[in-house]
C-alpha cells in the first residue's frame, strides 16, 4: 500500500506479533503494545491504555504511535531481498538420552519420549510406500492465510512417523493425513481438537481397534498413527510453538494424538462415512475433521424411553452448546444405530437431517452468544426472540459415524466439521 | 537484530546455530553416556521470506489523515474511537476516519487499501483475536 502504519496489538501476543511480521518480511515493523485485554474493557479503561505506557517499552504510548508514523526508517526498515529461514542440519548426532533431550527441548517432540528417527527406522518406515522419498506432499501451517505455508516430503513425513511410534504398514495413512493438508494444531485462541475416520479394508490390515475401547490407549495403530499427525503438524507445519505459532489458552488433551475413529464398519446398519462422501466400500479413506472438543452424551433426553430410546432427541439436546463456527459429529455404538434402524432411520441421511433441524438455540439466546446472529442465516435476524433456529447452518454440518464394541448404547458429540477425505490407497 | 532473535523470530531455534552436532559440553558427556549415534531432522520446508521495505514516514501528523483499522476483534471499534478521541482532545488539526476490515480476521481488503491510499495519509490499526 505504500502508507506508513502503526500496528496495534496487545502484550499477550506480542511474541505471535513480532515471529508473524518477521516471517512475512518485516522484522523491524514497528509494533506498538497496549496491556491485555481490550475485550471487555469500557471506555474509560481503554482511554487509560492510551495514556499509560506501552507495556513492552514502557514508555508512553500514544507519542510511541506518532513516532511509528513519523520516525525516519532505519537502514534494516528499507532492506528488501530474500532470506530463507534455516530448519538445521539433516542429521543430529549424540548419545541417546542427548538426542531424546535435543529433540524435546528444541520442540521436536509432544514432551513424551520419541523413537529416534535414525537412518534405517526411515528408511524401513519408507518401504511402507511406492511413493518416492523426495516426493512433495502439501503445505501446511496454524492457520491458512495468516502463517507462510511450509512444505512437506514423503521423507519429511517419515521421519515423524518413526518418532511417533508406526510401524511401516501405518504410512500410507499417516501419508494421507499429511496430504489433508489439516493441522493438528491450530493457531487459535480456542484450543482447537482434530479428528480422523479411517474407513475400508485399511482397518482390519492394520489390526486397528474399532471395538471396545476403539477412541482409547488400546492398539497401536490407534495411537500412534494421531501421535504422527500432531509430530508433523509441529515439524513439517511449523504449528505447535506456544505464543507465537500456539494461542490455545488452555490446550487441548485431544491434541496428544488426536481422535483416531476407526469405523466399526461390521457391526453399523448403515453405509459406512466414506461412502456417504463419494467412495467405494472397498476404498480405505481418511475424513479429518477439526473443531473445539468431544464429549459423552449420557444425560440427553429420551435415552430412558422404553423399548427402544429416541436416541435422535439425545443427539439434538446435547449439541445445544455447540458453536455454529463448526459442525456437529455425533460418534456412536453400534447398538445406538440399531436401535435407530428400528426407530426407522435406515440410512444415516434422514436422521442427520432430522438432528440438525432440532439441534436448536432460541434467537434471544443466539444473539447473546460470542457471534451473534452472524452465522444464522440472513432471515434470523427478522424472527421473534421466542422464535428457535438450528444451531448448525445447514444439515450438511452434521455428521454420524459409527465406532464401539457393544457394550452400551452411548453415543458421544463432538463440535467439528469435517474439513475434507482422503484416499489412503492413494499412498500405498 | 541479531541472528538469534531473528532465528527465533521465523520459528527456527537458536540452537541450530549450534551446529549438527551437540554443545562441547553435552558432547563431553557423550563418552560416558553411551554411544553415538545420528538421527534425521524432522523439519519441512519454510518458504523463503521476501523482505519488504517499509513505507516512508510522515514528517508530522498535523493535517493528516489518519485511518483507524479494526480487523474485526471484539473491542476493536471501541478501542480505536478512543484514539480518535486522544487526538481530538491532544492534536485537533488530525483527522480520523474509522473503518472495519471487510471479512475474516486475517483477510485481505484491497478496496479498504485503495480508498485508503486515495484519501489517507497513515494507518493506525488494531490488530487481535
New interface residues.
Given amino acids: 500500500m505504500g502508507i506508513p502504519t502503526a500496528p496495534i496489538v496487545t502484550i499477550a501476543f506480542k511474541d505471535l506479533a513480532y515471529s508473524n511480521a518477521a516471517q512475512r518480511g518485516m522484522p523491524h515493523e514497528r509494533i506498538c503494545f497496549t496491556p491485555h485485554p481490550v475485550w471487555g474493557k469500557s471506555d474509560a479503561q481503554m482511554y487509560a491504555y492510551l495514556e499509560g505506557n506501552d507495556p513492552v517499552t514502557h514508555k508512553p504510548l500514544m507519542p510511541e504511535i506518532i513516532s511509528a508514523l513519523t520516525k525516519p526508517l532505519t537502514p534494516d526498515e528499507e532492506k528488501s531481498g530474500t532470506v530463507t529461514p534455516p530448519v538445521g542440519p539433516e542429521i543430529f548426532s549424540g548419545s541417546q538420552d542427548e538426542l531424546q533431550d535435543y529433540y524435546m527441548n528444541n520442540g521436536m517432540t509432544d514432551f513424551m519420549p520419541v523413537i529416534l528417527p535414525t537412518r534405517e527406522k526411515v528408511d524401513a518406515m519408507l518401504k511402507g510406500t511406492s511413493h518416492s522419498p523426495d516426493e512433495m506432499i502439501g503445505k501446511m501451517c496454524p492457520a491458512k492465510g495468516s502463517y507462510p505455508e511450509w512444505s512437506y516430503t514423503v521423507r519429511n513425513v517419515a521421519v515423524n512417523a518413526v518418532m511417533a511410534g508406526c510401524d511401516p504398514s501405518y504410512f500410507p495413512v499417516v501419508l494421507a493425513i499429511a496430504a489433508s493438508e489439516l493441522p493438528s494444531l491450530s493457531s487459535s485462541t480456542n484450543s482447537f481438537a482434530t479428528a480422523a475416520i479411517i474407513n475400508g479394508p485399511i482397518r482390519d490390515k492394520l489390526n486397528m481397534n474399532y471395538g471396545i475401547g476403539a477412541m482409547g490407549p488400546f492398539a497401536q495403530p490407534n495411537a500412534t498413527i494421531g501421535r504422527a499427525w500432531t509430530l508433523l503438524s509441529k515439524n513439517c507445519g511449523s504449528c505447535g510453538q506456544p505464543g507465537q505459532t500456539y494461542m490455545g489458552t488452555f490446550g487441548n488433551t485431544c491434541n496428544y494424538n488426536n481422535l483416531i475413529i476407526p469405523e466399526n464398519e461390521k457391526d453399523s446398519p448403515w453405509e459406512p462415512f466414506h461412502v456417504q462422501k463419494g467412495f467405494k466400500p472397498t476404498e480405505s479413506v481418511v475424513s479429518v475433521f477439526m473443531g473445539l472438543d468431544i464429549r459423552q452424551g449420557q444425560n440427553g433426553p429420551g435415552l430412558g424411553i422404553k423399548p427402544v430410546p429416541q436416541y435422535q432427541e439425545a443427539f439434538a439436546f446435547n449439541f445445544g452448546t455447540c458453536a455454529p463456527l463448526f459442525g456437529g459429529l455425533v460418534v456412536c455404538d453400534p447398538l445406538v444405530a440399531q436401535g435407530l434402524v428400528e426407530l426407522g432411520y435406515k440410512t444415516k441421511e434422514p436422521l442427520l437431517d432430522w438432528v440438525w433441524k432440532n439441534a436448536t438455540i432460541s434467537v434471544k439466546d443466539a444473539k447473546t452468544t460470542l457471534f451473534g446472529l452472524r452465522m444464522a442465516g440472513p432471515g434470523a435476524a427478522n424472527l421473534p426472540d421466542d422464535a428457535r433456529i438450528p444451531i448448525f447452518r445447514n444439515a450438511s454440518y452434521v455428521n454420524i459415524v459409527v465406532v464401539g464394541g457393544e457394550t452400551n448404547p452411548y453415543h458421544m458429540v463432538a463440535n467439528m466439521s469435517h474439513r475434507g477425505s482422503v484416499s489412503i490407497d492413494k499412498w500405498t | 537484530?541479531n541472528r538469534r532473535k531473528?532465528?527465533?523470530?521465523?520459528?527456527?531455534?537458536p540452537?541450530?546455530l549450534a551446529?549438527?552436532?551437540?554443545h562441547a559440553d553435552?558432547?563431553q558427556?557423550?563418552a560416558s553416556?553411551?554411544?553415538?549415534?545420528?538421527?534425521?531432522?524432522?523439519?519441512?520446508?519454510?518458504?523463503?521470506?521476501?523482505?519488504?521495505?517499509?513505507?516512508?514516514?510522515?514528517?508530522?501528523?498535523d493535517g493528516k489523515t489518519?485511518y483507524l483499522v479494526s480487523d474485526g476483534?471484539?473491542?476493536?471499534d471501541?478501542?480505536l474511537?478512543?484514539?480518535a478521541?486522544?487526538f481530538q482532545k491532544?492534536m485537533p488539526s488530525v483527522k480520523t476516519v474509522y473503518r472495519l476490515k471487510a471479512g475474516a480476521?486475517?483477510?485481505d481488503d484491497p478496496k479498504l487499501?485503495a480508498e485508503?491510499?486515495a484519501n489517507?495519509?497513515?494507518?493506525?490499526?488494531?490488530?487481535?483475536?
Fill in positions: 537484530m531473528l532465528l527465533s523470530l521465523l520459528g527456527a531455534s540452537a541450530l551446529g549438527s552436532s551437540l553435552q558432547r558427556s557423550a553416556s553411551g554411544a553415538k549415534i545420528e538421527a534425521l531432522n524432522p523439519k519441512g520446508t519454510p518458504p523463503p521470506i521476501t523482505l519488504i521495505p517499509m513505507a516512508p514516514r510522515l514528517k508530522t501528523l489518519i476483534f471484539p473491542g476493536a471501541h478501542f474511537n478512543q484514539i478521541i486522544w491532544h480476521l486475517p483477510d487499501w485508503i491510499k489517507g495519509n497513515a494507518v493506525i490499526m488494531a490488530i487481535g483475536h
